[in-house]
């Protein structure tokens, strides 16, 4: 899918940055480019799993943004994401789990203002086939105020041609 949509930012020469979150922070791994050379490998180096720093992302990708839009016009945030948010801005600390979700349902709402504020758009991909889904992708893009799209690994394409038809 993000292949699909790297072949279409290219043809259409549009800038694309990838923004990776995993552990406890989150990290620009490709600042805007139009290089889909840059942009696969990029996407081939990236790894998966461990806690998921949702806010984090979502910050970092809004800096990320703010600053393209700045350049290059209109900006649109493409998030990957299953909804299963577990590491807060602030760290986890001494909480339990219903009191930092709570705490990262906080910092997206905030963050959501932020996006608003600043025109960019965002759209969710959810990354769990609808069989497995739990509906916590569905709420991020909720909070968001976003659009879903869910990834179907048996038509690959699809998400893109969605969110093509979305944007224009």
Do not use: W
Not at 7 to 19: G, H, L, S
Not at 140 to 154: P, Q, R
């Amino acid at each position: 899918v993000a292949l699909g949509l790297l072949r279409t930012a290219y043809i259409k020469r549009d800038c694309v940055a990838i923004v990776v979150f995993r552990g406890a922070a989150a990290e620009v791994v490709l600042p805007p480019s139009k290089s889909i050379l840059r942009a696969k490998r990029a996407l081939d180096c990236l790894t998966v799993g461990g806690g998921t720093p949702l806010a984090a992302g979502v910050l970092c990708s809004l800096e990320v943004a703010k600053r393209s839009r700045a350049q290059h016009g209109e900006a649109v945030m493409l998030l990957f994401t299953d909804g299963h948010a577990n590491v807060s801005l602030r760290g986890n600390g001494p909480m339990n789990r219903v009191q930092r979700n709570e705490q990262i349902d906080e910092e997206i709402t905030a963050l959501v203002r932020e996006f608003k504020h600043a025109c960019v758009t965002a759209v969710g991909l959810d990354v769990q086939d609808g069989f497995r889904s739990t509906g916590d992708a569905h709420a991020v893009a909720e909070k968001l105020g976003s659009k879903l799209i869910t990834i179907d690994a048996a038509k690959p394409q699809r998400p893109a041609q969605i969110f093509l038809d979305s944007i224009t």
